[in-house]
């Protein structure tokens, strides 16, 4: 492979703000909820490239055969890797697929394929195109991608800052993260935060039924929330983490008198015996899965006395997206009043105007 760009690229980053700016010059794009994907062609060779540096190719091959037919010979392109379910972008089908035993990719290739969303161009042919301002990076994209390719899509994007903020609200039942912010005149800065992102975020009152030790031994590490449903049960929904050395030690000075018999009666006692870890799916504090090999995820169980706020952005599958922020104890909320019901519904968006695959059949 021999590109204007080569591999490995640090993609682009973006910085996050709590309103939508509104500046002269400034673009807008949806931000999705899949996996930051750079797409190097070179002729018949094809690479998927990670935010990491970790090749994706070998978990969709079905990609690599699509895009052979939906960009030029040579070229590079940022995007996002999805997959579209029923109710919108499905993001642990996504993490499914990175499977390390090839007949299950091939599966799963099959079962569930994986879609790519185009939003910038780094290099087409012999040019590198990374100095140019990223509004003719957009219109040289819009010149070369083949979007009437199935699950090949070009992202929408707006200089309209009111169409910004009516994304920001309507597609996120629809697994969308925000909105991401960028300048029309801005270059491609490898691994440089020059973009902006609105995101969702809301807060909760959660359950402390647990925490784990800092890895390097000095406090807290993270609090182990959870929410009852209907029936009673406590969920594990996630984990609000973060803290500075010092709040660490003192979240451990502030949990210690909760520890004594704290695994009598706990919901969550079971939770190293094989057959209760298969019953809960493996998501029970401590399980382990091949997202988690090599981790420490022993726990140190609490008893159900405590209540946290914590700030998330979304839950998805019962549980928060991404790790939640400590925003204080609440000493006056009973645990048993730490209900899923508290959560805001954002009713699913129909994805038929973006996704040919999110159509009915």
């Not at 990374?130 to 003719?136: I, L």
């Not at 015996?273 to 988690?292: E, F, V, Y």
């Amino acid at each position: 492979m021999q590109l204007p760009v080569m591999p490995p690229v640090r993609p682009m980053l973006a910085t996050l703000v709590r309103e939508l700016p509104r500046e002269p010059g400034l673009y807008y794009e949806p931000k999705w909820d899949g996996f930051r994907c750079v797409v190097f062609r070179d002729g018949d060779e094809i690479e998927l490239g990670s935010r990491n540096d970790r090749p994706l190719t070998r978990y969709f091959p079905e990609l690599v055969t699509l895009l052979g037919e939906a960009l030029p010979p040579r070229c590079v392109v940022d995007g996002e890797i999805v997959i579209v379910g029923e109710g919108g972008l499905d993001f642990d089908a996504l993490q499914q697929r990175l499977h390390p035993a090839a007949s299950r990719v091939r599966k799963l290739a099959a079962e569930t394929p994986a879609g790519f969303v185009a939003f910038d161009l780094l290099a087409l042919g012999d040019e590198d195109l990374t100095e140019e301002p990223f509004s003719r990076r957009r219109a040289r994209l819009e010149d070369i991608l083949d979007t009437a390719q199935a699950r090949v899509h070009l992202t929408p994007l707006t200089g309209d800052a009111d169409v910004a903020e009516d994304w920001f609200t309507r597609f996120e039942g629809a697994g969308f993260d925000g909105v991401m912010v960028k300048a029309g005149d801005g270059p491609y800065r490898q691994d440089k935060r020059t973009m902006r992102k609105v995101k969702h975020e809301r807060t909760a009152d959660c359950v402390v039924a647990g925490f784990r030790w800092h890895k390097d031994g000095e406090g807290v590490g993270s609090l182990l929330l959870g929410l009852y449903d209907e029936a009673g049960t406590l969920h594990h929904v996630g984990v609000a983490s973060s803290f500075t050395a010092a709040r660490r030690r003192e979240l451990a000075d502030e949990l210690e008198p909760l520890r004594p018999g704290a695994l009598d009666g706990h919901p969550w006692r079971d939770w190293a015996d094989p057959a209760a870890q298969a019953a809960h799916g493996g998501r029970m504090p401590g399980g382990q899965s091949r997202w988690s090999a090599g981790k420490d995820l022993s726990w140190e169980p609490l008893r159900i006395e405590r209540v946290a706020e914590v700030r998330y952005e979304h839950l998805q599958a019962g549980r928060f997206r991404h790790g939640g922020r400590l925003v204080r104890f609440r000493p006056d909320r009973d645990p048993a009043s730490c209900t899923y019901a508290q959560l805001e519904e954002v009713p699913p968006t129909e994805l038929t105007a973006l996704f040919d695959e999110a159509a009915p059949a």
